[in-house]
């Protein structure tokens, strides 16, 4: 099997379902795999981190999108998302990102515990309302997105009678970040992309006219007075990406979590007992299933290698952050769960320029929820057969049905 195979494998359902195999196989190929004409995988764990860490290997934009694939662009949820920081370059994308990055920083993200513990318990009663008679609850639907959904919308300033909203919109427009074959997959993300943008279009004008304080507040009345530090479309764009990347990493995080933990009784006992830190067990998730599974890169400069493999200006270098944290050079026994694993570093949520700035959030409530979780519902178990997300870069659970009694 070679790497154009592992590509074709991976973009079937059956590779889509269980993608650690095939990325085993190209562990076998080296650390960088040509993947036919033009394309290049990188699936070593430094080669990962040097490629996200080198801004000549750029995202592809909507200017480079514009010039190869103008077609693509015609969508409006990849022209949205286009716009976002998180597909634009220097110098573009340093100054947007310092203008939202301020919100995520360590302070005030330490500042937002109280907040998520609060949130938490109230959702853990109401899944404990839920499930009061024995029956099945999702725990997708009903905890795994409503908190980091709760969480982001508060900082954001989205008001709470619209946030039930955004779970399906979401799971539409994020086709849009998938490995598009045919554009007919964006059948459904288009009409999301553009509802998004309706919503946030109105809650910019509201909130200039009544600012609250809240990040769209503050963001809205910088784009007003200075276009030239974030333009009106680059804030809508932006606000898209935050309420959108705001929960759904996190939703994954704690769905593969706690499918994790139904597989490993002895981690849940140690998350109950306090014998496990919940920042190793919420590292070893990020390592072993990671929620954002690959990126990708093109190369802007010549002379420019990979682990030795030239990657001419143009090549397409895909980043697989989920094999890259189960490379064997890295990791001793890369297939086995082990959340006492002291020195994962896992790259799930990427590196460089564009690491997430959302992370430490994602960890923070990851770290209170889980524990919480196993400790408020001592016979949690799981009741039906989860089911896959039918996806590749986003890799989480659609529905995960437990009994809480």
Request: glycine share 6%.
């Amino acid at each position: 099997m070679d790497g154009a195979s592992i590509i074709e494998q991976l973009m079937t359902t059956e590779g889509r379902f269980d993608p650690y195999p095939l990325y085993a196989r190209a562990h076998e190929l080296g650390v960088a795999v040509p993947a036919g004409p033009g394309v290049v995988l990188v699936v070593g764990h430094a080669a990962a981190s040097q490629v996200l860490r080198n801004p000549a290997f750029a995202v592809e934009d909507n200017r480079s999108l514009a010039a190869d694939n103008a077609e693509l662009l015609a969508h409006p949820s990849v022209e949205l998302l286009g716009r976002s920081i998180l597909q634009r370059n220097a110098p573009d994308h340093g100054r947007v990102r310092s203008l939202v990055a301020s919100a995520f920083n360590a302070r005030r993200v330490a500042a937002l515990r109280p907040a998520v513990e609060t949130t938490v318990s109230r959702l853990l009663d109401e899944l404990a309302e839920l499930g009061a008679d024995g029956s099945p609850v999702d725990f997708m639907d009903a905890f795994a997105f409503r908190l980091p959904v709760e969480v982001i919308c508060e900082l954001l300033g989205v008001p709470a009678a619209d946030r039930h909203r955004f779970r399906a919109l979401s799971s539409d427009l994020t086709i849009a970040l998938e490995v598009i074959q045919d554009l007919g997959e964006l059948a459904a993300a288009d009409p999301a992309a553009e509802e998004l943008s309706v919503y946030f279009e109105e809650l910019i004008a509201e909130r200039l006219a009544r600012p609250t304080g809240d990040l769209v507040s503050d963001l809205a009345r910088i784009a007003a007075d200075s276009p030239e530090r974030i333009s009106g479309e680059e804030l809508l764009s932006n606000l898209v990406l935050l309420l959108v990347a705001g929960f759904e990493t996190t939703t994954n995080l704690l769905g593969n979590g706690l499918a994790l933990l139904f597989r490993h009784p002895e981690a849940a006992e140690g998350l109950r007992t306090g014998s496990l830190d919940p920042a190793l067990f919420t590292d070893e998730v990020l390592r072993f299933d990671s929620p954002v599974q690959l990126t990708s890169r093109i190369s802007t400069a010549p002379d420019l290698a990979v682990a030795g493999l030239p990657t001419p200006p143009g090549t397409a270098v895909f980043v697989m952050l989920g094999a890259a944290n189960h490379d064997p050079a890295r990791y001793a026994d890369p297939g086995r769960f082990d959340p006492a694993r002291t020195d994962s570093q896992p790259l799930s949520f990427g590196g460089g320029p564009h690491f997430c700035l959302g992370s430490q959030l994602a960890r923070l409530e990851a770290d209170i929820a889980i524990p919480a979780l196993l400790d408020r519902f001592p016979r949690l178990a799981l009741a039906e057969v989860p089911v896959r997300r039918d996806r590749l870069v986003l890799r989480g659970y659609e529905t995960l049905p437990v009994t809480v009694r």
